[in-house]
């Protein structure tokens, strides 16, 4: 089959034939149909310091982890699952069995490893997949779009921390993961929407998926000011953080009202400098999020998903075969487009 | 001014003149521009067995509770409050210091008295509020609309009592509360809401607000298989009991999924049969809802509303004059009406 | 080895050589130094109406689940554990993948059995039982007493339900998860434990464990009277259901405060008339508690018995050789134990 | 009467004779028995950046607000007050009325006053209180106990801000309020209770109310590893910050699980560093914690203190008379008290 492996610590990627995955007991083939870029993959094509750091010791392999595809070899105990079966992947393969797992909390699991980072990725025409972290999709969903489902899942879980019906909320970073979790708050019966990032193309997606304010910080002059004034002076009832910049971070505690809700998803840089004090005065919850519920997130997805309350089909903005990938990631680098799916 | 007495320990209701009530320091005078008709006001009406004990004592007095009007006197000490206001009443009169106000409690106050049953109403052309009692309206909001305020506070305290996007919902009981609740889980983004009831009018208000699924009771033979085989065998997410009898509550629990919600608002004639040990074997979460949360309650209706979430328009189907208010009564005792308004 | 079978459709027991069992992969062979007499097994020895249904296909089998024992062979895939690891059983095997159990909610798993019920038992000199079932020990507690803790499981379940640190409880039913359920209150800083029960010598352990007031229900005069004024005449703000009559959920609810929480983990011979109008206007929250939440709950029933806050030895009323198992038996239906271990 | 003003922009405070306060109608004249010094007081008495910032504006004034009194008048409007009744003080002279006050959330209401920095306070023989700050106190305890129950309060706030009972805790920050939480958790059956200072008096108070383990950090190595390996090398359940230092926040976070509850009080004199990306990737969740919850926390520190769970007797190291009180704040400023109370 072909693969795409990461092969040199450098910027870049090679395209090898390699041998289809023979599959354990616990495993399923899957045939990618489709499998899609995330930030993720950028660092490790970039092969920037995180990278480097992350999975210095693991190259070569085959990267990518977003994807859907179709089940043609089930293991002797894949609980149900059958050949033809579509399926999408949960990234964090957990062991099941440490502290975590056992309290449902898997997506902090303490032995977690991560599909096409610690092991060989989607970025492929086929993959071996455990089967617990084969999530079994509505067949009415094209693959394209179910390839998604994880960037949605990661909005899904940040956005139900906690309630947003009736509530107004600021949405920092309009990547995909932000974009999403626009159209979720609209799906959910959110009043106001504010979503805040500094490029016109993705500002133009936020809108397009519900959003009722935007706030472009490239132009505006007085951000905390705007924010205020859009929540009656009182600030937002629920601030999602999705750019990962300690700017984003504290302009969303600046403009979150007393008691509010901070679902911080975005991974930073480095350590910065927060106002902790008003953290404390303001009676702020803030909540680290990471991953996907296992799999009550992937539940809600799949039910808001099916039920139309949310529509992928317009994050899709380029489509590529797999030996095109490359410009797949140029498209990404120079900022064009939004979610990038690559049909093996 | 004009006013609907309860002058009777018998049906029926007595239009007299009477004086503007005066205030008190803390209260407002407030000039009735519309108020409804609930089914507490039923009750009242007909003098069935409930009235009978609950305010023989109280007559001859001034019935209503559900209104909207305009503050046209304020007492000394009303916080802000001012003449041209546009107000709704939060029914129950807390004492804003025992036990339960004082720990976020105040709608099931020790020594709550309710407007209308324990204190004069709105069924007049003025009526004295509390300050504390006058939920300040948006003022685009019509009062004919505004008045319906009440009984959707009633529904967004149940639905919102846990989770709803991305649930499967049943709500048995179809009447105005019944099909707020219906249109505040279609705005909030619950994957599948089933609507039981056996009045077809009622059901076609609950599909008119977004009823994914209507079940007539007077019709369908096997109601528990319906709603089974609309939730893929395993039973509703969350159910939500505004019909006050005992077919819904047992049907309600025999639908809800292991691990589900029910959260319990109708008042039942009398004690009744239930299998709890089917609630500890499902590990059901039940809750007892009474009013609305002060103000939690109002100030999401007020954003869902003034954001255009939730239209109660819809809901008011037969509007009267203060001295056709029997007219009102009538049509609902006929079942030909959903929320019937009256402008004083 | 020798094994307590249930083979007989009446009363009784029968004791008999067999085979020890053959372990599979994901199973460890346990030898069991330790196991005890539980309400269940009760009904399977009596062959009541609920054992006849519930398990008239299994006989003739090996009964018993409370157990504390000694690993002596692993499976292939056991994640860790070593022979010499002491272990006590989890009863619930839940099937680790249906929608309960990717949820968090494995203890009302879809597919669940119930070991000594569904599978062959405890009351043996070995058990085979899936890894994940075997639930890790810590070697300073006794194994009469380490099989203690699936009853203090259900007890730790429910006490933790929600708050208990200030509060005011009733306990209903001083059987041995009542018990526990007392000393649990206590180490965890409840303001006053009520225990209710009819037998003197519950009472005594309830006493012994903590309870602040004593309602003997077979002396007593006015119950709710009595609770009422130990409760300020507000009612208790949390309630424990753990008799399983309606007598004591009825009177639990009438002495339970408005805004109250009741845990009911009572199994209820047949549906019983319950004031639901009652629950309503209390704004009560109410939940069903079944087993033990896999694995929070022994995270804190292990954390709360290694730091000492609970001590199960005064439990253990009686110790029987497994060839006596019937003396235990008859202490029981006696009432004159409380915990009845069996050392195989 | 004599009352302790702070009458100059400088370090120092004045005693100076003044008139007795008069109440209005919702007021309650109480005569102070017992009022103890804060660190606020401090501040104020240093006249540090903070009070030059804060109270610039309102000097002269009389500073102080924890106390504990008898009520020798009351106002027209004061709600079932009596003469004779103990007081203490809920210091957060909250409106009642605005969006927070009015949700449950006084405690961080939108205009609240301070007593004692926006109002007249407690370093008096004689203060005017609004009724609904006068918290009625069992008058069992002595009023120089009674007088602790406001810093009792915070650390109520804190711990009970999530679950206790079972857990292991880090407390860093052994001033009154550390030792307070050191006796709550204790009472309420935390596994392990790890005191972190780096005074050796104040980890003695640690030791004395419970504290499992001390860690002195003027004297500790590896403050982390020592952290690390009382907690089986996973961190802590729950975190709770009540020193304001940037390095207790710091390794209070790096030393708490995966998953695992922070909860901080402490308020800190600058921005400083953190690591926001460490609490995304464990999924931490944190709270600021203002002030105490009105009125629950107030509800649930007297059910404890009234049932003996927690004893603050031993939290006071020295009375003086309110002609001493520069005495008080010189055993303070040295370091050789822990709660000073003043007896006027």
Redesign the interface.
Same mark, same amino acid.
């Given at each position: 089959m072909k693969a795409v492996w990461k092969t040199q610590p450098e910027e870049g990627l090679e395209i090898r034939e390699t041998q289809v995955p023979k599959i354990k007991e616990d495993q399923v083939l899957v045939k990618v149909k489709a499998t899609s870029i995330c930030g993720t993959d950028m660092h490790i094509y970039k092969w920037d310091e995180w990278a480097q750091k992350r999975i210095g010791k693991n190259i070569p392999y085959i990267f990518g982890h977003e994807m859907s595809g179709e089940i043609v070899e089930v293991g002797k105990n894949t609980?149900?699952l059958v050949m033809g079966d579509h399926v999408s992947a949960e990234t964090h393969i957990s062991?099941?069995?440490c502290?975590?797992c056992?309290?449902?909390?898997e997506?902090?699991c303490?032995n977690v490893k991560i599909l096409g980072v610690d092991t060989n990725g989607t970025f492929a025409e086929y993959v071996a997949l455990p089967y617990?972290n084969a999530w079994k999709n509505d067949k009415k969903i094209p693959h394209w779009v179910a390839t998604a489902q994880e960037p949605l899942g990661n909005a899904v879980h940040t956005v139900?921390d906690g309630?947003?019906?009736?509530?107004?909320v600021t949405i920092f970073g309009m990547g995909p993961i932000g974009v999403c979790a626009v159209g979720?708050c609209k799906?959910?019966?959110a009043?106001?929407i504010i979503a805040i990032d500094r490029h016109e193309l993705r500002l133009k997606f936020a809108k397009d998926f519900g959003a009722d304010v935007i706030v472009d910080t490239s132009k505006e002059k007085d951000v905390k000011k705007t924010i205020m004034s859009e929540t009656d002076g009182?600030g937002a009832d629920v601030f999602l953080e999705m750019a990962g910049t300690s700017e984003a971070?504290n302009m969303g505690i600046q403009t979150l009202r007393?008691?509010g809700r901070a679902s911080?998803?975005? %991974?930073?840089p480095k350590?910065?400098?927060?106002?902790?004090?008003q953290? %404390?005065?303001?009676?702020?919850? #803030?909540?680290?999020?990471?991953g996907r519920k296992?799999?009550?997130t992937w539940?809600?997805?799949k039910? #808001?998903l099916?039920?139309g309350?949310i529509d992928l089909k317009k994050l899709v903005t380029h489509k590529f075969k797999l030996t095109d990938i490359e410009k797949g990631f140029e498209t990404l680098i120079k900022r064009e487009g939004m979610k990038v799916v690559i049909e093996p």
């Open positions: 609980n149900g062991c099941g069995y502290f975590q056992r309290t449902g909390n997506h902090i303490e617990r139900f309630e947003i019906a009736g509530k107004t979720l799906a959910a019966g009043a106001k009182r971070f007393a008691g911080i998803l975005g %991974v930073f350590p910065f400098e927060v106002d902790m004090t953290i %404390v005065f303001k009676g702020i919850k #803030l909540s680290g999020i990471n296992m799999f009550d539940y809600t997805a039910s #808001l099916s039920s309350k």
